[in-house]
């Protein structure tokens, strides 16, 4: 098995701990049935996806905690539907991600993605101690 880059290392550590994050934001309910929610039950899912650049992928108001069933059988095979009851149930975060202009060809430096990971680290510490 290959071996992964350092780059590669630090995504997947960026997306554990988005999905920490949102876990703890969310208080491990589903956004859409209410169902509380642990470990592979427990989906962080996308609103815009992750094609859209990475500044989509680690941003927290487009993150979302679902269960699941509703991750890949309703978010997935329902998008009219399930972008209809987001814009409804979060017109605020839809508001701010209608408003971004995606980038997907823009790749982040180890630096500025290092710099993320510090900041999201000090909310992920900052939402234990709160807990």
Same mark, same amino acid.
Request: include cysteine; hydrophobic fraction near 40%.
């Given at each position: 098995m290959a071996k992964k880059s350092p780059r590669r290392k630090l995504i997947i550590k960026l997306d554990e701990t988005c999905a920490k994050i949102i876990k703890i934001r969310d208080e491990h309910h589903c956004q859409h049935c209410g169902k509380y929610v642990t470990g592979s039950d427990a989906h962080c899912s996308h609103v815009l996806p992750k094609s859209? #650049?990475?500044?989509?992928? /680690?941003? @927290?108001? *487009?993150? +979302?905690? @679902?269960?699941?069933? #509703? !991750? @890949?059988? /309703? /978010? !997935? +095979? *329902?998008?009219?539907?399930?972008g209809k009851w987001f814009r409804e149930k979060f017109p605020h975060r839809m508001k701010y991600l209608d408003n971004l202009k995606p980038d997907p060809l823009k790749k982040w430096s180890m630096a500025c993605l290092r710099d993320l990971l510090e900041e999201l680290q000090e909310k992920l510490a900052q939402l234990e101690s709160e807990e």
């Open positions: 859209f #650049g990475y500044y989509v992928r /680690w941003d @927290l108001i *487009n993150l +979302k905690l @679902l269960c699941m069933h #509703g !991750h @890949l059988h /309703w /978010w !997935h +095979k *329902n998008p009219t539907e399930a």
